[in-house]
């Protein structure tokens, strides 16, 4: 885990690795080759979060039964099936299909050229048959790019597997809660609700009365005073709104009971919630400060109740272990700018940059600098008094993922998927903003965000996670056609104009 504040909102995981043998291959292979591989992750990673079966080497339906048992009492989540020798196609694959969770399937890879008659295990060829029982099962599995390795190349794909397995958990114990309709000329974020309940997730759709009531309830609650400090602490010299703390302050502590009082049997929470039109005139305030505290909290709130914005954002919490934010991916970057400040130094063309903004809810610690201030773009049409709240300054500078899953219309799944960074390039501009480079961005929003009819929002997470968020992506039912990546130069999208 990264700086987050609480990670109870995240899935611990704990892998039981067990490992399999043809009855007709040595079992000592795959005993020798699963200590191996257990002891090559310990030097490497330490021994939390993989669990060693020891009760047997599955070779036989029943070997299955008793393996499920063990790493079940164990308090396994997630699942690796190792292939110590050729293994045993019709046990190994029931094991995945009876475990209730993510699973992975890796490969030994022979040790020595001086031992390939006895201490030959054919796991190369038995990971085929593998993939193909899985397929006639329709069992779910993950399989890296190569899967078959040594003790230290599969205790390195052991590790790869934490954060997809995490994030799938996630979405198993996932409950979104939203208040109110979204707004007016939002039709870009609607959700139909239908893939959600397809994931595993729960939604529970409040209005914004609801939201309203649970508010006023919590006037002159007794923890107000020290929530104030908290966000006294946090913003420093940028508290330049102090005036407006108390207010928010009771808005973050009905939304932390909201959530411990309307999470049901579910184990994990993220929030869709209302920011405007009504929200400050009846409020008093915009919620953009206190939705950057949660989501900093590890709780992710998407603005404008965009429900698949709040899902993207768990599931980028999950894999990164780290703070997240939604952005609209808004506008271009002035010619000016981009010759003064970006051009020969970055190695990015002027279509390649955008800025990222939103009006004020991306963690503190993900800002250079911070300061409490009001919406401006509100301020235009409203009283600027009830529009404070944001929390405005530029990004920190370095690696990002930006990304989004999102059903459509006719309720089908699609993502996409887009490394770059964040520059280190001033705004001059107000709200949470950052000036972003994507390799071949300008392709990517024509032929990926405009013909496949995407919204304005976009997750963000902090680092380069474009693989773990392809293979969770891939794992949860996203069509492999319906995931989406910036394609490099000399890669045609489908759309894409051959001639120009």
Not at 48 to 65: A, K, N, T
Not at 213 to 220: R, S, V
Not at 444 to 462: D, M, Q, S, T, W
Request: hydrophobic letters at 40%; charged letters at 20%.
């Amino acid at each position: 885990m990264s700086d987050l504040v609480v990670t109870n909102n995240l899935p611990q995981v704990k892998i039981g690795v067990v490992a399999v043998s043809r009855d007709c291959f040595p079992e000592s292979l795959s005993v020798n080759r699963r200590k191996a591989l257990i002891a090559a992750y310990a030097a490497k990673y330490g021994s939390e979060g993989v669990y060693e079966c020891p009760v047997c080497i599955v070779e036989s339906e029943l070997h299955m039964v008793q393996a499920l048992e063990n790493i079940k009492e164990a308090g396994c989540n997630a699942l690796c099936v190792y292939l110590g020798n050729f293994g045993p196609e019709i046990s190994e694959t029931l094991l995945a299909k009876h475990f209730d969770g993510p699973v992975m399937f890796i490969a030994a890879a022979e040790e020595s050229q001086g031992n390939l008659t006895s201490g030959r295990g054919d796991a190369y060829c038995g990971m085929l048959n593998a993939s193909y029982n899985l397929k006639l099962r329709g069992v779910k599995a993950y399989i890296p790019e190569y899967p078959v390795g040594t003790a230290q190349e599969c205790a390195d794909m052991l590790h790869g597997f934490l954060p997809i397995a995490r994030a799938i958990i996630g979405l198993s114990g996932l409950k979104i809660i939203s208040f109110g309709p979204r707004p007016l000329n939002f039709l870009a974020c609607n959700a139909p609700i239908q893939q959600l309940y397809n994931l595993g997730v729960e939604i529970e759709e409040n209005s914004e009365l609801d939201l309203f009531e649970a508010f006023n309830k919590h006037e002159g609650d007794t923890r107000i005073p020290a929530k104030i400090k908290e966000m006294e602490a946090e913003l420093g010299e940028g508290n330049l709104k102090p005036e407006v703390l108390p207010k928010l302050a009771q808005y973050e502590l009905t939304l932390l009971d909201w959530i411990e009082a309307h999470r049901g049997y579910r184990k994990y929470v993220a929030i869709a919630g209302k920011c405007w039109p009504a929200f400050q005139t009846q409020f008093g305030f915009v919620p953009c400060y206190v939705n950057s505290r949660l989501t900093g909290m590890g709780i992710p709130v998407s603005c404008e109740v965009d429900i698949y914005g709040a899902l993207s954002e768990f599931i980028g919490t999950c894999v990164s272990g780290d703070v997240v934010t939604l952005l609209d991916i808004n506008n271009s970057v002035p010619k000016d700018m981009f010759e003064e400040s970006i051009k020969d130094k970055f190695g990015y063309g002027h279509q390649e940059t955008f800025m990222g903004f939103h009006c004020g809810n991306t963690c503190s610690r993900k800002l250079s600098a911070c300061s409490m201030k009001y919406q401006m773009i509100m301020a235009r049409t409203l009283p600027e008094e009830v529009t404070q709240g944001t929390l405005e300054g530029d990004i920190l500078p370095g690696d990002i993922t930006f990304y989004r899953l999102q059903s459509t219309a006719d309720c089908k799944l699609r993502a996409y998927i887009a490394q770059g960074e964040v520059l280190p390039v001033a705004t001059k501009s107000f709200g949470g903003i950052g000036v972003f480079a994507i390799p071949e961005m300008g392709r990517f929003y024509r032929h990926v965000l405009i013909e496949k009819n995407y919204p304005h929002h976009g997750a963000v997470a902090f680092g380069h996670f474009g693989k773990e968020l392809f293979e969770v992506f891939k794992y949860i039912g996203v069509p492999v056609e319906d995931l989406n990546f910036n394609q490099p130069k000399g890669m045609m999208y489908p759309t894409e104009n051959p001639f120009v």
